[in-house]
């Protein structure tokens, strides 16, 4: 089992910057890897990044390459996302998710996700 908590959220205007990080307790194995998705009002939820546990590979969705960066640090077993030049339709409730095994293939998908945090709200004003 692997709880995750995230904080970090806030309103930001355009252009603005936000950290969110991720706490995880539990079994985190090296086989694992961990995301960040995040859901609008009345959208789906979507892939926004991963990261591989044991390599550090990381993984965007398209609209937020170059601007969002996720990390993660092994040793204190947090994943954190760095959100930079954020537009309104960044604005979501983002949630931290935890895979035990996860084929790379698969690694945007949201069903392959076991574990997942509470939600933080991120509002962006124009």
């Known amino acids: 089992q692997v709880q995750l908590v995230e904080s970090g959220g806030g309103s930001v205007q355009a252009g603005g910057s936000l950290r969110l990080s991720c706490a995880a307790s539990?079994?985190?194995?090296?086989?694992?890897?961990m995301a960040w998705f995040r859901q609008a009002p009345g959208k789906e939820r979507e892939f926004v990044a991963a990261?591989?546990?044991?390599?550090?590979?990381?993984y965007y969705e398209n609209s937020v390459k170059g601007r969002f960066t996720i990390s993660r640090d092994n040793a204190k077993n947090t994943v954190d996302l760095q959100m930079s030049s954020l537009k309104p339709e960044d604005t979501a409730v983002y949630y931290c998710a935890a895979a035990d095994l996860i084929f790379i293939a698969s690694i945007r998908a949201s069903d392959k996700y076991a574990y997942w945090g509470q939600g933080t709200q991120v509002t962006v004003s124009s």
């Open positions: 990261v591989t546990w044991f390599h550090g590979t990381t």
């Open positions: 539990g079994r985190i194995t090296r086989n694992s890897a």
